[in-house]
Each structure stands twice: as C-alpha cells, then as structure tokens.
C-alpha cells in the first residue's frame, strides 16, 4: 500500500510511527500514547526473543484498522498540544468506538462534557450547535451503545421536548421498545398541556384583579369583545399545534408572548391579555416537576 505522512503528526512530532488503514503515517510520542492507553502501552513493549524491529518505528509503523480521519481524531484528543478538540457529529461515533477498542477514558470524559455545550467560532462569528440540539438521535444511540447514563438522560430529555423534524427514527439504530416509550410520553406532554389550557380558560386559578372595574373570572373570554375571543381562540389553535411539535415549558412559554396585543378597536385588549396569560404562570412548577419526572433511564 503506498503511504504518506499526515499534516496534523507529520515526522519529527514524535518518536513512534501509526499507520491508518488507508495508508497515512502519523508520529506521535510514545510516552504520552502509552500514558493514555494501556492497550498501546502493551502493544508496543519491545518483542523478547525475537530479531524483529518493536512496533511503531519508522521501518515498523504500528498499524491500526482505523481510518485516517478516526485516527487522527482520537491523538488530537490525548494530544496536551490540542487544548479543546472540536466535537464532529459525523465521526464521534467512530472515535468512541476507538475509544473503547484502546481503552482510552479520557475521550469518554471529554465527550460527556462536549455534547452540550454551544461552540461560537471568533473567526467567522458563528455560534455550532451542541449534539444534543443537532441529532439527539444520535446521542440516545450513542448512551445506549456505550451505556453512558447521564448522556441517556440529557438526551431522553432533549427528545421529549425537541421539534418533531429531530424525530427521523428511520435512519437511528434505535431499539423499537425505546422508541414507543418517547413517542408515548411526548403524546401525554401534549395532553398534559392542553388539559392545562383547558383549566385555566374555564377560570382556574384565576387571580382577583387589581383593579376596580375589571372583571377576571371564568366568563372573563366569553365577556370579552369579539377581537379579543377570536384572537384567543387562535392563539389556542396555534399554542396546540406547537406544543405537539414540541411538548415543552419554554415552548408554552413562549406561545404567551406570541399574540398582538394591541388592537385599534380593543382599547382595554391589551390588559385583558396580559391578566389573561398570567395566569399560566400558577401552573410552571407543576408543570417542570412533571417534565423532570418524564426522563427515565434506562429506557
């Protein structure tokens, strides 16, 4: 197979040699190779008996089946010249799994970090998105497989909650039991909140105004002028449609700000809604000790 050096390890980076599968040579030093895995450490202990060169010399490069960009990846990681290695969604699968073939936990330690953090790049002025808001797909396949709980759970919750469009269950290698239990319980979050709408429309909880001549009770909507009912009635039409994409707090939160407030023939409009919607608020711890309560592990 014909090689050639790699651009990240080229020769002189360190004093022992590793060929990919597709034939790309990196140097890297021994000492910290061997420090970070006990596999390799084993691997290249010098050969007794025999009048073979040890492995991972220029003559006797250490090959491994790794590709050159898992490769690559997985030395940056362990590399100390490499301050924060950039987490790639289409290949950490891959580096896990290198990872665990050379047993090298710090990888394990970094990703658990990584997969939820925001990168924002001062170069191009550009915020990355975190795994668990990209593919959390990936990242349940990714718990499961290596059996990393709180990764499990970050993303368990991250899937009760996230768009419908993350929800391409087609293309994850994800068990079907696993599958119905999230789709189940997005379905009771959806029902949660609407029985939630339902009781505060018919006046529960609803507070005493504050002032004299407004009326807040449970004929309040049907009180109010014909604007205000329409405009209320298609906001809990639009407020349904976004919570079953996304069955979450902040996305009924959100949904309060959502309407006009002001109309030209409603001068009072604008009171009316906010004493309307604030009474959602009554229900938010309720609501998040429920959502919390959703995330189970293992599923």
Known sequence: METRTSDRFPSGYGDMTLQSSDGVVCHFPKSIL???????RTMLEPPTGQDTPPQGTVSNPLVVLE???????????????TLSPT???QIVLDILEAARKYNIPVIFSWFQKEFKIHRYDHVSDETTQSLMSLDPLKLLN?????????VGRWAVKELLGCSSELLVFASAKIPIVAIDKIL???KLRHRRYLSYIQRLANGEGAPKPPWGHWQTNKYEVAQSCMPCVLLRSQWILWLNNELQNSPKWSTFQEGLDEPAYEYPFCPTHKLSWINYTSRFIIFERQIKE??????CWPL
């Open 34 to 40: 061997a420090y970070s895995s006990e596999v390799f």
């Open 67 to 81: 590709r050159a960009e898992i490769l690559e990846a997985f030395l940056d990681h362990i590399d100390p010249n």
């Open 87 to 89: 987490l790639n969604p």
């Open 142 to 150: 990714i718990a499961l497989k290596f059996e990393l709980e709180t």
């Open 184 to 186: 189940n319980k997005r």
């Open 290 to 295: 429920s959502e919390e309560q959703d995330i």
